[in-house]
Each structure stands twice: as structure tokens, then as C-alpha cells.
């Protein structure tokens, strides 16, 4: 199972000092926090993709590329990445190329984003977000996978002959996320293709979670890509910690109360009683995400938000500190207790080379989930 962060890469006034960070300085923050991530042992760093002031992370790629030269282990990823609004022949060179700077440390969350006029900025109708959302992914999965693709679709204009350069690393694609907060169509999608679904488990009750992941699982059996147990899922996350749940209450209470999203709303403790964000001590972190598995089945990837609503990068720091010395290594053990032999492992870039020469050995595609144990 893999554990790590996830970013916005909101800049927002901290409600405590009055200060904000400049766009710089959130950049160069977040690039701090992801060296971070690793130092602490985490697995993962993902960012989103937002083309809207109070967000600078316009170009996950040119990021990750940055972190992928200064890391060895992580994980790279893309929290959101717009299947609605870039060119599906975009996508697939940049990740490729990112691919390949990064030794195959790449995978991707496709997503509709939630900001409405981003799409007219780019050219394209919301009110099409999900045929675009279904038909720019169907083309991005064959121009990795086809080294010359004829296209024609609805959204954009016909491709004749073409190869996208460079092909991806080994021959093997990133492995793919489709990240939801809401709509049972990209976990269709996501099914369709057997490929991993990202449930966001943040704004929402987790009964409506529990909907779509459901679906998505039977739906990835449906397809035959294995068994609902076998199919891959992500969950998204929320904490602030300190050593007494007092304190990490009293501390968050300013930026819960004045965040983007959820501020000058509901109450925390409206919030924490009805959402997954915990605030409080490690163990009641520990004990609230280990809750998950009750929900949802045994799942590959937990990534967590720790840098927004403000929060100074000294705070985010230390609560990495927490997160990777006294959280993280008991959910690891906690979650492999118990687990059921067929559930597949988190999909790395080795074990899809793995499996695909083992399709290749015998003749046919395997039948096990691209995130199988190799």
C-alpha cells in the first residue's frame, strides 16, 4: 500500500499573521514539501493543476520534473490532471517525457477540475465536460499505446498517421487514476478501462463514497479485469495533528474557519463529525483512517492534504515530521494485517513492465488488475 501528500497549491493569506506567501514562495514551498515527503519515508507526492488565482501549479509537469531531479524514491503524481481541457496529444508527450526524466517514478489522476470558467479559456464548453472528460481520455490510452493512430472524435481535429514522441518508458504507459468527487460516470470510466479509481473522501460523507467506489468495483468485474476485491482504489485524506487533540484543534481552528473552500461554513466540529478531516492527536488519526478500510475494502493508496487554508510551511514541515515517524509506519503494518492474498499492490512502473512481459511469456494478456503483485 502506498501513503503520501497531496497539494492544491493554494496561496492564502495565514488568518493568524495577516501574511501572504507570494506565488514564489508557494512554488518553491511546495517544492520544500515534496523533498520532504521523501525524507520522511512517504511513497507519494501529487499535485493539482489549477489555471485560477489563488492557485499556481498551472503545469504539474515542469514541477514534477524539478522534484523528479531531486528525489530518488517518490513517487511522482498529478492529483487532478484537466482530461477536459489539454490536448490529449499534450498529455501524452509531457507524461512521457516526465516518464522518462523520472525513471519510470510517474503515474496520473485524470479529472474534470471544479472551477466552471476554465473551460472557455481553453476553448471548451463545460456543459460537455463529461463526453470531453470520456472521449480526450479514450484517445490519450491509444496514442500511448499505438506507435501510429488515426483519430477522429467530436472535440478536436482529426489525426492522420501520427505518432506521439516520446513513447512511453519500456513501452509502458504511467499508470492511470480517474479522480471523483461526484460523478458515477469517470468511475464507469475508470472500470471500462481497469484502470485505478480515486475517490477524493474529503468534502463529502463517506456514505456517498462508499457509492462510488462500490459501483466502480463491480463495474471493473463487469469489464473482466478481475474480481470487485482486486480492483484499484485511492483515497483522499485530511488531518492536522499535535501531540494533544486540544492543541491541534485550538491551532487549526483559524485556518479551518478562513479556508477557501470550507470557510465561514460549517463549524470543524460540524465538519470532522460529517467529513474524513481529522483533527487531533496521531492515534486518533491512525484510528480514523484505519476506519477506511471498514468503508471501502482493502485499498492501494492513501494520499493526504497538509499544506493549504494557509497553513505557514514551517507548520506543513513538522506536520510531515508527524505523519512520517509515528503515523504512516503504524497504518502500514495495521493495514497489511489481514489482508487477503489476491488484493493487488499499489501499481508502480516495475510491476506493469513485470506484468506485461509476462503476458508477453505466455501469449496472452493476463487477466489480473494492471496494480497486480508482479
Known amino acids: 500500500m502506498q ?12 488568518p493568524t499573521t495577516g501574511r501572504t506567501p507570494s506565488e514564489h514562495e508557494r512554488i518553491k514551498a511546495m517544492v520544500t514539501i515534496a523533498l520532504k515527503a521523501e525524507e520522511v519515508g512517504l511513497d507519494v507526492f501529487a499535485t493539482g493543476e489549477h489555471h485560477n488565482p489563488p492557485f499556481v501549479p498551472s503545469s504539474p509537469t515542469t514541477m514534477l520534473g524539478y522534484i523528479a531531479a531531486r528525489t530518488e524514491r517518490l513517487i511522482l503524481s498529478t492529483s487532478t490532471t484537466l482530461i477536459t481541457t489539454n490536448d490529449p496529444v499534450k498529455i501524452a508527450e509531457d507524461f512521457a517525457m ?8 510517474v503515474d496520473l489522476m485524470m479529472g474534470r477540475g471544479n472551477t466552471g470558467p476554465v473551460y472557455p479559456w481553453f476553448g471548451q464548453d463545460i456543459r460537455n465536460g463529461i463526453p470531453l472528460a470520456i472521449e480526450n481520455y479514450a484517445l490519450l490510452h491509444k496514442l500511448w499505446r499505438e506507435d501510429v493512430v488515426d483519430w477522429q472524435g467530436r472535440f478536436r481535429t482529426p489525426l492522420q498517421s501520427f505518432t506521439s514522441t516520446p513513447r512511453p518508458l519500456d513501452g509502458v504507459p504511467p499508470f492511470v487514476w480517474h479522480g471523483s468527487i461526484r460523478s458515477p460516470e469517470i468511475a464507469e470510466q475508470a472500470a471500462y478501462y481497469g484502470d485505478g479509481f480515486f475517490a477524493n473522501n474529503i468534502f463529502w460523507p463517506k456514505e456517498h463514497f462508499i457509492r462510488l ?15 470487485p476485491e482486486q480492483a484499484i482504489v485511492g483515497l483522499g485524506g485530511q488531518v492536522f495533528m499535535r501531540k494533544n487533540s486540544q492543541d491541534a484543534v485550538r ?4 485556518y479551518f474557519d478562513n479556508a477557501p473552500v470550507y470557510g465561514h461554513g460549517p ?17 486518533e488519526v491512525i484510528d480514523r483512517t484505519l476506519k477506511f478500510r ?8 492513501q494520499l493526504f492534504l497538509m499544506d493549504h487554508a494557509g497553513l505557514p510551511l514551517k ?17 502500514r503494518r495495521e493495514f497489511a494485517i489481514g489482508r487477503p492474498a489476491g488484493v493487488p499492490d499499489a501499481p508502480t512502473h516495475a510491476s506493469l513492465v513485470a506484468r ?3 503476458g508477453a511469456a505466455t501469449g496472452e494478456e493476463p487477466s489480473v488488475p494492471a496494480g497486480s503483485q508482479a
Open 3 to 14: 501513503f503520501g501528500i497531496f497539494t492544491v497549491g493554494d496561496v492564502t493569506t495565514d
Open 98 to 105: 516526465l516518464q522518462h526524466l523520472a525513471d519510470g517514478r
Open 213 to 227: 467506489i462500490n459501483l466502480y468495483r463491480e463495474r471493473f468485474a463487469h469489464y473482466g479485469h478481475g474480481t
Open 251 to 254: 491551532e487549526f481552528r483559524p
Open 267 to 283: 463549524s470543524l466540529e460540524q465538519f470532522t463529525a460529517e467529513t474524513p478531516l481529522t483533527v487531533g492527536s496521531p492515534q
Open 294 to 301: 471498514e468503508y471501502f475494502g482493502d485499498y492501494q493508496r
Open 315 to 331: 507548520t506543513v514541515l513538522e506536520q510531515l515530521d508527524i505523519l512520517g515517524e509515528e503515523v504512516v509506519p503504524v497504518l
Open 356 to 358: 506485461r512481459d509476462a
